[in-house]
């Protein structure tokens, strides 16, 4: 079920020309090393998961570096979890000691905001609906404490509307105080009952209110869809939709696919199940050719350090996004007209992208010899390799040329054939660059 929601205003127009975001998932769980639900998924205490906030400390987490190695691998925002689940707070607040404020004085929102304005990227906030540490929110099928054996008598003593003043008042410190924020993604709303328990609705975090919140104080900035109210777009995790997302009324929405390198968002050490920069830079291209962003996780380690493996999967994206950042950046799906026409003629695995008189061909697979564009014979200007900007040769054949012996047969008319080299380029994904004539 997606309801319809208005297009992004042009303030917001940032989101859909950037296309690549970081997220970084980095917090007390950072320390346990095993998956950011770890509280969750162990069951355990306050006092149990407070050993973490004694020891946690980022000294190596270093924004800068952070944003940089997002802006090199050719993305244009960076999300951060200002608190997640667990409700440890990675900015100053004033209404909690749970927060990197206390334990180290840090403020790791303010280093983040400052390295991403100095860098040139749009600023994200991840913030977390659920706080399995406050002693007012319910205890449901996510809580921690959902199987102990007085868990229904717990949550007697707990007071959702105190928690929501909470909520409310950590969600204004973060609008209020760390300059203009371009992206708000909230998490999560459950509604399904579950196990004996209620799930939890926009009501629960008075969402309205909320949403009119960030309205009010930061105009300007696009917001997730997780609130339990339509946002700005839709955000599917850890899949990428089959085709270009649209509302129940059919209409296109804005969508990000947010994704890990290994499954797990948070630092999660022995987990060493990682898509490989060709995967990633398949599901990129794939997100751009359906109109979606992509959000690509890193989760530091319990120092604040990025992973070696992670800070590897950044760089091959920025090989790649280096000479074929211009088929992604402020590009989007092909011309619906065009892609109908080419379809049929083109080998298997070229995935479209179109920006503005440039059509992208991403080969996922090297094709021999030649590449038929069905309909564009009178349509291209020139046509090359992104990745060295080489000319590729055209030719048409007349179409009532038969194959025979040497002779290739000939296309539907109207068809423009591209002349390849019979070697690969050597990049993770070669592409092909054609510019349209805006004439025809
Ligand atoms: C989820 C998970 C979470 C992760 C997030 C990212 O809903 O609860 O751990 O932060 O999605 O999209």
């Known amino acids: 079920m997606i309801p319809a929601a208005p297009p992004l205003r042009p303030e917001q127009a940032w989101f859909t020309e950037a296309r690549f975001g970081l997220f970084v998932h980095f917090g007390l769980y950072s320390a346990a090393a095993r998956h950011e639900w770890v509280m969750s998924f162990e069951k355990q205490t306050a006092e149990q998961y407070a050993r973490y906030a004694e020891v946690f400390d980022p000294d190596l987490f270093d924004a800068r570096a952070l944003v940089r190695a997002a802006k090199d691998a050719g993305m244009k925002y960076v999300v951060l979890t200002t608190k997640h689940h667990d409700g440890f707070a990675l900015w100053d607040t004033a209404v909690s000691d749970w927060s990197i404020a206390r334990t180290r004085g840090r403020d790791l929102v303010a280093e983040l905001a400052e ?21 007012d929110y ?9 199987d102990d054996a007085d868990a229904h008598a717990q949550n007697e003593g707990r007071d959702m509307a105190r928690y929501r003043e909470f909520l409310h008042a950590q969600v204004r410190e973060l609008l209020t105080g760390y ?11 459950d509604p399904d009952d579950r196990g004996g328990w209620p799930g939890k609705h926009a009501e629960d975090w008075d969402a309205e209110r909320l949403l009119a919140m960030v309205r009010e ?3 300007q900035a696009v917001v997730n869809d997780r609130l339990g109210l339509p946002g700005d777009l839709v955000t599917p995790e850890q899949y990428q939709p089959d085709e270009p997302m649209r509302d129940d009324a059919g209409e296109l929405v804005v969508w990000e696919a947010c994704q890990t390198l290994n499954g797990s968002w948070g630092y999660d050490r022995d987990n060493t199940r990682l898509k490989d920069p060709d995967l990633l830079v398949r599901m990129l291209v794939d997100t751009v050719s359906k109109g979606g962003n992509l959000l690509l996780n890193v989760g530091p380690d319990g120092r604040g350090a990025i992973p070696a493996r992670d800070t590897a999967a950044l760089a091959a994206l920025g090989e790649w996004t280096r000479l074929h950042g211009r088929s992604i950046t402020g590009a989007g799906p092909a011309d619906a007209d065009l892609a109908a026409a080419v379809a049929p003629g083109l080998p298997p695995g070229v995935v479209l992208t179109q920006r503005g008189d440039r059509l992208y061909l991403h080969l996922f697979a090297w094709p021999f010899g030649h590449v038929h564009l069905r309909g564009l014979a009178d349509r291209v200007r020139y046509v090359q390799l992104l990745n060295d900007g080489s000319e590729l040769r055209t030719s048409r054949t007349d179409p009532d040329q038969k194959a025979w012996n040497t002779n290739p047969g000939g296309q539907p008319a109207g068809t423009l054939t591209l002349h390849l080299p019979t070697v690969r380029p050597d990049v993770a994904v070669p592409v092909i660059e054609l510019f349209l004539d805006p004439a025809a």
């Not at 991403?116 to 540490?133: I, T």
């Not at 205890?139 to 404490?145: E, G, L, S, V």
């Not at 300059?179 to 709303?189: A, L």
């Open 115 to 135: 390295a991403v304005r100095a860098e040139g990227l749009h600023l994200g906030l991840y913030h977390s609906l659920l706080d399995w540490h406050h002693p």
């Open 179 to 189: 300059g203009p924020v371009d992206y708000v993604f909230f998490d999560f709303t």
């Open 217 to 219: 104080l930061q105009p």
């Open 138 to 146: 319910t205890i449901d099928a996510n809580h921690p404490r959902r």
